[in-house]
C-alpha cells in the first residue's frame, strides 16, 4: 500500500513540475498589441477587432494561458473590457490572439469619435489586465500585462 501511495505521489509532483516549467514558461513570453482596427460603428456603439501577439521566448516548453482579463483604453479613457481564454503557444513560436471588441457611443467623447473614424496616428492603444496560467494542482498563477501602441498622443 505504501508502495502505491509513493508511486501517486511521484507522478502527482511530476505533473506539477510541468505545470510550473509551463507557467514559467509564460513569465517569459513578448506580448505585442499589435492592431487595433474600427470595423463598424452606428449610432450606438463602435466594433473593433484587435490583435494580441503572444511569442512564447522558451525554445523547448509550451506556453498555456488559461484566461486574460482586461481592459483596452483609448487614449487613456477606458473603451471595453477584454477577455480571452485557453490559448497554447508551442516552444519558440508566435501567436495571434483576435478580440473583438464593442464599445458604446457613451462611452466616448466627440474628440475620440473622430479620431479613431479617421483613423489618426495620434490614438494611444493600451491593453492592461492579468493573464493566469495554469500551475500545480489547477492553481491559476497570475501575471500583470501591459501592452500598447503609442501614437503621438501626449502623455504625462
Known amino acids: 500500500m505504501k508502495k502505491l501511495i509513493l508511486c501517486l505521489l511521484g507522478v ?3 505533473g506539477a513540475c510541468a505545470h510550473v516549467k509551463e507557467a514559467k514558461g509564460f513569465a517569459n513570453c513578448k506580448y505585442t498589441l499589435k492592431s487595433v482596427e ?3 460603428y452606428s449610432l450606438t456603439v ?4 484587435a490583435l494580441l501577439t503572444i511569442t512564447n521566448m522558451s525554445r523547448k516548453q509550451a506556453a498555456v494561458l488559461k484566461r486574460f482579463d482586461g481592459k483596452l483604453t483609448v487614449n487613456d479613457e477606458a473603451m471595453a473590457n477584454v477577455t480571452l ?11 495571434n490572439a ?5 464599445v458604446p457611443m ?4 466627440n474628440k475620440l469619435i473622430g479620431l479613431i473614424s479617421m483613423d489618426s496616428a495620434t490614438l494611444d492603444y493600451h491593453l492592461t489586465g ?3 496560467f495554469e500551475g500545480p494542482m489547477g492553481t491559476e498563477i ?6 500598447g501602441r503609442y501614437g503621438s498622443h501626449d502623455r504625462e
Open 106 to 109: 457613451a462611452r466616448l467623447s
Open 12 to 14: 502527482s509532483l511530476l
Open 142 to 147: 497570475p501575471v500583470p500585462v501591459d501592452v
Open 85 to 95: 481564454q485557453d490559448i497554447r503557444i508551442e516552444p519558440a513560436a508566435t501567436k
Open 98 to 102: 483576435k478580440m473583438k471588441l464593442v
Open 46 to 49: 463602435f466594433r473593433f477587432n
Open 38 to 40: 474600427l470595423t463598424d
Open 130 to 132: 492579468t493573464m493566469y
